[in-house]
């Protein structure tokens, strides 16, 4: 059986099969609902999705028809009698707002060259600079070289259909990057490329390499290995793992907020009422408008979160000591008994959105990382993703993390250039991961193994 693609308007095709749970709960069909329904993805927001629908055909001498629905965007009616293997979402976009990869120096490259860089593809998590799987799977599918082939050619399709520049896929997992890089050609012949685009040589663009980049984020593991590698007992136990100095530093960070009359607590699920979420909203907007900026995500999101997904949300409260909440931290977690398939426990916390009222010392730190750490310990998690960038983290024993993202450049002219720059980037990145893992706080004994990829 060959693969073939569709191009997908709308979400009809989340009932056409059973689908894999998401491996983070920011891929999880209720995450994107919310992000529609409250206009934070759309036309509106500047993130046009379109879905590429990958499915199996028996016969490619019968498939005439379905290779004639490639060529323009179809209507979820077409897709019924399809054998859906796997879904990549692709926006179309005109900015670079909430994705927390960076190409403006791209975009300033080609504007002084007097070439339109906009619009660009991205498939992500929108305004989520978490690592996980990109792709939506069928029960039973594996990702695999086919697989993605079939989704770039969708990718390419859409290029084309919309001049876009560039596609760029983000925070996604080491098994994609390693993929989409290997199954792709690394070189190009520029001048052949460029004569090819010109004749109109539709098969052209598969000939482009996909390049990747690499970044840096900090990642807390719940593993003690002063005891066996076990889950931690409980904070002091991760403590103790520390160089006395940072063990004293994090006592009196800790120390500094409750001098402050200030009490934390945590609430999950239904226990977080609709004030809560009220005042969380007023803490993060809040955090927008000290910088002159409006928030991405608006109340309505979350309050449709807290409906549609209430069993993975955990609230961090500060409250005053007249008891007013001057604080909140929200974060999303697997449940603990999340697995890959070989009964390994991969439960994650995920730290994402936070706001305060004011400044207070030493409070972010503990809204923020503290009180996810004490939680990710109490729920039996595996570990805790406190989010992007901050090397504040790496003193508090986050642990440096590769993170990878996909860029296909379509004029044949960038592509020498972004690549040379993706190869020096990677290999920056790689010391600059080497250099954070040598400033760990952990003591001799409890010093992880550093490895050389950091995947």
């Known amino acids: ?6 191009l997908i308007n709308d979400t009809s095709w989340q009932s056409q099969t059973e689908w894999q749970t998401p491996d983070t709960p920011f891929m999880s069909f209720a995450f994107w609902q919310a992000l529609t329904d409250t206009g934070a993805i759309g036309e509106q927001a500047g993130w046009l999705p379109i879905f590429i629908l990958v499915h199996r055909v028996a016969d490619a001498t019968n498939s005439a028809d379905s290779e004639e629905s490639t060529d323009t965007l179809v209507d979820s009616a077409a897709e019924n009698a399809l054998q859906p293997v796997a879904v990549m979402p692709v926006f179309i976009k005109g900015h670079h707002r909430g994705e927390f990869v960076f190409d403006h120096a791209w975009a300033e490259a080609y504007a002084r060259y007097g070439v ?3 619009p660009r593809l991205v498939t992500s998590a929108p305004y989520t600079p978490i690592t996980g799987q990109r792709i939506w799977l069928a029960k039973g599918e594996t990702l695999n070289e086919d697989i993605l082939k079939t989704a770039i050619a969708g990718i390419d399709d859409i290029a084309q259909q919309v001049g876009a520049s560039s596609w760029h896929g983000l925070f996604v997992t080491p098994e994609l990057a390693s993929i989409a890089t290997t199954s792709m050609p690394t070189e190009i012949d520029v001048e052949h490329a460029i004569a090819a685009q010109e004749s109109g ?3 052209a663009a598969i000939e482009l390499p996909i390049f990747e980049r690499q970044g840096c984020q900090f990642l807390w593991q719940n593993k003690d290995l002063l005891n066996d590698r076990k889950p931690f007992a409980d904070f002091d136990a ?3 793992t520390l160089k006395a100095k940072k063990r004293k530093t994090i006592r009196a960070e800790r120390r500094k907020v409750a001098e402050q009359g200030i009490s934390c607590q945590r609430k999950c699920g239904d226990a977080i009422s609709d004030a809560d979420w009220k005042a969380f909203y007023h803490c993060y907007v809040m955090t927008y408008a000290v910088r002159g900026q409006q928030p991405y995500l608006t109340i309505d999101f979350f309050m449709a979160l807290a409906e549609s997904l209430s ?4 609230l961090a409260q500060a409250l005053d000591a007249s008891g007013e909440i001057i604080a909140s931290s929200l974060f999303l977690y697997d449940k603990p008994d999340s697995d890959n398939g070989d009964g390994d426990n991969t439960a994650t916390l995920y730290g994402r959105y936070w706001g305060a009222l004011g400044e207070y010392d030493s409070l972010h730190f503990e809204l923020c990382y503290y009180q996810g750490l004490e939680f990710t310990i109490e729920q039996g998690l595996k570990s805790f993703d406190p989010g992007t960038q901050g090397e504040h ?4 024993g986050f642990i440096p993390t590769t993170t990878h993202s996909l860029h296909r450049i379509y004029d044949p002219r960038f592509v020498p250039a972004i690549g040379d720059f993706c190869a020096r980037d990677r290999e920056h990145m790689a010391q600059y991961r080497q250099q954070a893992f040598e400033a760990l706080p952990f003591n001799a004994d ?3 193994a550093f490895d050389g990829s950091a995947s």
């Open 116 to 118: 339109d860089y906009y």
């Open 393 to 396: 983290k790496l003193v508090r």
């Open 446 to 448: 409890n010093m992880p």
């Open 201 to 203: 040589v539709e098969s």
């Open 1 to 6: 059986m060959s693969l073939e693609y569709a």
């Open 311 to 314: 069993a993975h949300i955990m």
């Open 238 to 240: 991760f403590l103790m």
